[in-house]
């Protein structure tokens, strides 16, 4: 259970890192990168929207999990605490752009600023939330297992 | 009573008076809330106005509209002269200078005014009125025009009088109006104290009656008399706003140096102008009080306003003398007793006051308050010239051209908080692929540009010493190379800052290899018909084919020129047009689920080689699909089958659809609900119900492939969905909608003249559009068609000259130390000709840290048009009343900002800087605009193409959308004309969009972008009739008459050069539709009146009010 919650938060961290490119990368492209260089750019500029997409659905569907198997452990105070979370996520997903695959994000609207900053915050606010959760739910395992 | 109050206001205390005024006005303006421009005044009359007084005003205001038309300058003035006569004492003594001009005005003027003065004493009881209720005569708007020429009768008397001030107020106002200052300083000498009177009576009495009612035609009878007495009280008022204004505008003087200089010059015309600048000011808060005490007596404002308006229009008219209008504004802003006052002071004081005003120049004209509800004729008669940034004069001189490269404010705030106090958008409008008739083309192996930002070499740099320059945009040192010593025009060396990369802000290299990631891609056009049996019921294809057949040799390209064909109906139809063969073959795949081709090296062919079968294939398409029943549209295959033929090349596909797609992939369905087509609530259905099609945009986009789309139709096509399509694949949308080859002629002739243009205009290929600023300001949001790659980068597979595009800008680290900021917009693109080119402009813009700035530097076309760009993204994110409230906030919050932050002296009164006069206006045009109107039946593509193209369209055209410009066409002469290539082009001037400004003995010619509206008169002059049209009577025009006839008559051809000069001013066609006053179409034209009140939307005043009642809060 800590390993896949450690998983999640994994991966929002690289979710949080490929916004973070979008945002900055090219906006100072010292000469590193020729700028003149659209194939190059334009690939990584997609992958990166890919990835984000690819992670999003995982990150929901472990969080889901976990409310369950909290729910089935009758730890109903831990379950409050993820429920919030549970729906902002259903909210999230209903409200997302019009599109025929799953996925959260629009390449043609991403890199509009304020969609843009708004996702990277959300990213940050998750991330602190997973960790202060695994943080939780370490103690409450070797709290556990000590009382054992 | 008036006249005493003047009097000593004129003497010394107009000072004082003024003050009183400016109390006055604070009380008036909590009490009128309620009503309209008369309330802002004082309460008293406000009750008074709001019975009779709105029309009156009206009507005020209308006669100087009448007047105008005589002259565009008189028509300005007939407002002016009202306020100027009162001010004519003062005026005079400033303008008399000036006033040589200023007589020729002022006696139209000064009749209305004196009649209408009378008017005020005795009507003062009309009250308020309601400003609604004028708009709500529509109809009234005919009368109007009869008014004015009535309007000069009753003057007559007055003007003696009046005239007097008249002259004087025009003098200020418009050095250019031909009346003559003189006049009005010795009138008000003999009549100085009895104008001012005069001047309340006056405005009232031709209330009293007829002088009014006929003038203001609108006013319309009954109410016309008492209108003016409330008129009158209005007037005072908005004196004393006005009055308020100068004296804060004074103080923000920040932009000074440039208004100054040119109001100087202009104020040597408008002396008077000055004065009141200076001392005026101060004087009107005195006087104010002391009108109060008359003003209650008089009516209320509309008077004043409609003196104000003249004032406004000869603002408007004299816009280059900033100084002139500033001062002539307030003076005739201030009632004609008010003005006295100033002028009192300005004769008075006129050296000190001249002094001053040179002082003073520092108020730039930008900055000159108006009060909106008091000053109604605030149009130019001329088209709005973009603001000229303050900066120095070589820099300036060298600046981008606004047309290509345009920011909403010309003076860009330090930080974000100062922007966000201020309240209003910051953002550049581009128009970067236009076609310029000198751009200077640089070939070099080396393009210089920062290490660091990459930026290129441009005018802005600074040269450190002859081998270093340091980048503007992020203040990097770099090398200047030594082939960049040479300079290759003047064949000098050693002069890095004569080369034509620094001496020009809009340049074109010719890139090297390393600028290509492949070799240029020939120019690659493919066509894809829609031949099903809704299709051919239209007839567009033998238009098409005709007309791609007379441009064959004209299509942008070179020896390498690729076309092909795709014809489709529920199967998919390609054509074979590999040399060799005798007549092209037709190859029919019927598998619209696993689209294929068929044969995919013989489908696009070279076009010079295969030329012969291309024609044959034209000419034999009409007939191929004479007889076809097949009613199904399998466009999502057609456009998959066409992605995959041009994937290997990249190029433009052209889309010719007719019916909703309803076959196949990218199925949609009819989502419009006729009945709600007018529902006064949230408009449904504006966001696409498939992401088909801009997947597929997408795809295209990653392989260089545009999208065009003509839509064709005369059903709901779900624009929203397809419009995807070219959206996001950097296309371009045309739309007919109901287009039939033989029920819409004007249709079929404006799909012609498109088609042509967009057949051989200029495309560039596999474009990328970068946009670089000054290091701490940021790229917010595009607006426009294309795909956003990168924060600052633009994929545009084509690009074509009649692209606009919007960017909203953001500053994300404070501006500290720096005076100017500039943005880079670079477009590298391959040409048709093969050769890859990027086309650089560079815009340069002063930081300011203050508001007063900032609003002085605020370009109102601009704003209206990034605003118009938000809202459409708003209105298919949120909702469409989302979008309508935002606008409408938009413009509340930036005058709110104005008033609280900028304004010294607080009035009562909505009051604005004069470069922002226009915004409430704009502001309502866009609320109703096709694309965000309510409660008029709309249908829903015709909303979604029109928010396509406000998002799409440079700003030129787009604003012309929002306010279409109206004319006079029956007199027009030859004065002021322009010369264009030995033919002589009359300039009519630009008359507000209101009935009251139409006459049945005239003909207006509404010019809406992409229509122009012909409106003839019931009884207009049978010589227009006969000479322009062709007709013996108005019984006979016809109905769908949408071309004028080519008479030998110097009138016809005086409308015709007319019509031509400002349809060749836009790249697309501008069909012409006749109306009559019985005409199917009368609702459309009156639909842009929309200064007029409608059923579901307010009418200007209204919307004034509105916007005075959320900003007073």
Redesign the interface.
Known sequence: LLLLLYTNAYGLYHMIIAFDE??T???????QCN?????V??VK?IKRVKIAIKLVLPEYLIHFFFCVMFFCAAEWLTLSLNLPLLAYHVWRYMSR????GPGLYD??TI????I?AFCQKEGWCKLAFYLLSFFYYLYGMIYVLVSS | MSTAGFNSQNGTGTGQTYANGPSQNPVAPQQLPGVGYGMAHQPTYNPMQAKAPPPPAHPGLYPSGPYQPVTPVCSYQPGPPHTSYPAASGQSLLTRPLMGGPPSRTPPQSASPGPRVPAAHATPPPPAVSSSGYYTNPQHPMAPAWQYNAAPQPMGPPATISTPPRGPVAGHVNPASSSTGPPPSTAYSPAPPPPPHVSHNVTQPPGPGMSRSPQHGYTQPGTAPPPMTPMAPHAYQPNRAPYGPPPTGPPPPTMKPAPLPIGLPMATNATPPPPRADGVPPPQPGTPGLHLGHYPSLPPGYQNTGYQNASAPHNATSPMHPAMQHATQPYTQAPPPYQQPHGGPGPAQLSPSLAAMSLQSTTPEALRVVNLLQERNLLPPTPIPAPTPCLQQDLQKINCHPEVFRSTLTSIPQTQSLLNKAKMPLGLLLHPFKDLSQLPVVTSSTIVRC????TYINPFVSFLDQRRWKCNLCFRVNDVPEEFMYNPVSRSYGEPHKRPEVQNATIEFIAPS??M?RPPQPAVYLFILDVSHNAVETGYLTVFCQSLLDNINALPGDSRTKVGFITFDSTIHFYNLQEGLSQPQMLIVSDIEDIFLPTPDSLLVNLNECKELVQDLLKSLPTLFEKTMETQSALGSALQAAYKLLLPTGGRMSIFQTQLPNLGVGTLQSREDPNQRAAAKDVQHL??????Y??LA?DCS?QQVAVDLFLLSSQYCDLASLGCISR?SAGSVYYYPSYHHQHTPAQVECFQKDLKRYLTRKIGFEA?M?IRCTKGL?????HGNF???????L?LPNVNPDAGFAVQM?IEENLDDMQVVSFQAAL?YTSSKGERRIRVHTLCLPVVNSLSDIFAGADVQAITGLLACMAVDRSATASLSDARDAMTNAAIDSLTSYRQSVLTIQQPGLLAPACLRLFPLFILALLKQKAFRTGTSTRLDDRLFAMCQLKYQPLVYAMLMIHPALYRVDDLSDEGALNISERTVPQPRVLQLSVEKLSREAAFLMDAGTVMYLWIGRNCHPNFLTQVLGVPSYATVPDNLYLLPELDTPESQRTRAFVGWLRDQRPFFPSLQVIRDESQLKPTFMQNMIEDRTESALSYYEFLLHLQQQISK
Not at chain 1, 97 to 100: E, G, Q, T, Y
Request: aromatic letters at 10%.
């Open positions: 979008l945002k990368d090219y906006k100072n492209p010292i000469d700028t003149l260089n659209p194939t750019e334009k500029k752009p019009v599109m025929s390449p043609t890199m509009n600023a304020d843009l | 290490r660091s930002c990459r390393e600028y990631l966001s696409p119900a498939t992401d088909f801009k997947k997408l990653g996001y990328v970068r940021s790229i917010h949001t595009f795909f956003v790659r990168s924060t600052d980068l994929s953001s590298l």
